[in-house]
């Protein structure tokens, strides 16, 4: 698994003492780009002092820990921008890179995520790691450092994959009315 991007939950416990996290216990966090990619470190406060490889860190935080919640089950899946940046994010398809990224970017403006940190990589790759307000997962996205034109069709494409129609366009002719307006007399006769 060395996907170019990739989401981190907050663990259970504390990675150094293995003490599990009490609910509403402050903890420290941390990213760490290694040879392996990027990988999360979550710390006690106790032990956040005694953590190794700082050099290796891109990005810490402080971060309080929420007991999960036990979820009713949704009665009716709709899919959103945030489940299908799950969805995506899950796959290693490098073509949906830009859709990744459109999709954090609308989650952003949303106040869904917040943006915590942006790296750039020895090979010159822009990455932008983000914390989700709600759970305080790490969602790390490369951007794709797209120009203004790009980013419209990638618009239009992740509107398509949630099913929301595109803006009329003003240069089409105007609809039929006569359908509707024939579908409302067979109504009323
Ligand atoms: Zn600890």
Known sequence: ????????????????????FA???MLSSRLRFTPEGYLRDDFCAACWPQRGQPDEEVSAWAAQWH?????????????TAESLLR????????????VI???????????????KEVQIQPDGLKIRVYEHRQTGESFVIPDPQLRLREIEDVQHEVMDLLGIPPPPDKNAP????????????????
Request: charged share 40%; net charge negative; aromatic share 2%.
């Open 67 to 79: 007991a999960p919640e036990q979820k009713a089950p949704e009665p009716l899946k709709k899919e």
């Open 87 to 98: 969805e995506l994010m899950e796959t290693d398809d490098p073509s949906k890179r830009n």
């Open 1 to 20: 698994m060395n996907a170019e991007w990739n989401i981190r939950a907050c663990a259970a416990t504390c990675i150094r003492c293995q003490r599990p």
């Open 174 to 189: 105007p609809p039929a009315e006569n359908e509707s307006k024939d579908a409302e007399n067979s109504e009323n006769g």
């Open 23 to 25: 609910d509403k216990e």
């Open 101 to 115: 990224f459109i999709l954090a970017v609308m989650l952003e403006r949303r106040r869904v995520l917040a943006e």
